[in-house]
C-alpha cells in the first residue's frame, strides 16, 4: 500500500513538474514569436519595425536639440537626425513596404543562389561597449511607440545617452538577425550600414557617458 502511495505521489509530482516545464517551453516560444525584439523578422517586419524605430530616434533628437548645451551631444544628436531621416526616406522608398508577396520583386537580388550568411565583423564590434555577437540588451516596446515620446522635453543629457544606447543596441541585434535569413541586397545593405553607423554612436555615448567633456557650452 505504501509503495502505491508512493509511486502515485512521484507520478503526481512529474505529470505537475513536466506541465510547468511544458508551460514555460510554449510561454517563451509565444514570446519570442510575436515579441519585435525577439523574434526571427521577415524582410518586410523587418523594415516596417525599423522606420518606427528610426522615426522615435529621430523625434528624441530632434526634441533633445532644444534641452542641450553640451556641444558634443549636439553634434551627435544632428547626426541621429541626419542618418536615420536618410535612412527612413531609403526604407520608405524600396518595394518591400507593404509588398505582401512572399517572395519580393526585387531584381537586385538572386534568390536561387545559395548566400553566405556569416556576419562580417569590424573594428567596431570589439570596441567597448559593442559586442560582435548579439547583445543582451533588453528591449522596450516604447522603442517602437512613437507616444514614447510625449515627455522628451524633460530629457537631460544624462538621460539622452542612457536612453539612446540600448535604443541604438536593439537595431543593431535586429539588423544581425535580419542578416542570418535575408538573401535580399537592399535589406543586407541596409542591415550593415545600420550597424556600423549605431555601433559608431554607441561607443562615443558610451565613453562621453563617463568622460569630462560632458559639460555645456555658454554660447549654445
Known amino acids: 500500500m505504501l509503495i502505491v502511495m508512493i509511486k502515485n505521489l512521484f507520478t503526481i509530482l512529474f505529470t505537475i513538474l513536466f506541465s510547468i516545464i511544458l508551460g514555460m517551453f510554449f510561454y517563451n516560444y509565444i514570446y519570442n514569436e510575436t ?3 525577439n523574434k526571427q523578422l521577415t524582410d518586410n517586419e523587418y523594415i516596417t519595425h525599423m522606420i518606427t524605430h528610426h522615426e522615435v530616434a529621430v523625434s528624441m533628437s530632434e526634441s533633445h536639440l532644444n534641452n542641450t548645451k553640451n556641444p558634443i551631444i549636439l ?6 537626425i541626419r542618418t536615420q531621416k536618410y535612412e527612413i526616406y531609403l526604407m520608405k522608398s524600396s518595394n518591400i513596404v507593404n509588398n505582401t508577396e512572399k517572395e519580393l520583386n526585387d531584381e537586385m537580388s538572386i534568390k536561387n543562389i545559395q548566400m553566405d550568411k556569416s556576419y562580417i565583423s569590424t573594428e567596431g564590434d570589439f570596441i567597448k561597449p559593442n559586442t560582435p555577437h548579439i547583445s543582451n540588451t533588453f528591449c522596450d516596446p ?3 511607440n512613437m507616444s514614447h515620446n510625449k515627455d522628451l522635453h ?3 543629457d544624462i538621460m539622452y545617452i542612457q536612453h539612446m544606447i540600448p535604443h ?6 535586429m539588423s544581425k538577425k535580419i542578416l542570418q535569413t535575408s538573401n535580399n541586397d537592399f535589406i ?9 553607423s549605431q555601433q559608431s554612436e554607441i561607443t562615443k555615448l558610451y565613453y562621453l557617458k563617463t568622460s569630462k567633456n560632458l559639460f555645456e557650452s555658454t554660447i549654445l
Not at 553634434?75 to 541621429?80: A, G
Not at 541604438?168 to 541585434?173: F, I, S
Not at 545593405?189 to 550597424?195: G, K, S
Open 35 to 37: 515579441n519585435i525584439c
Open 75 to 80: 553634434d551627435i544628436l544632428r547626426d541621429v
Open 142 to 144: 516604447g522603442f517602437f
Open 154 to 156: 524633460t530629457m537631460t
Open 168 to 173: 541604438h543596441q536593439v537595431a543593431v541585434d
Open 188 to 196: 543586407i545593405y541596409l542591415a550593415y550600414r545600420i550597424i556600423r
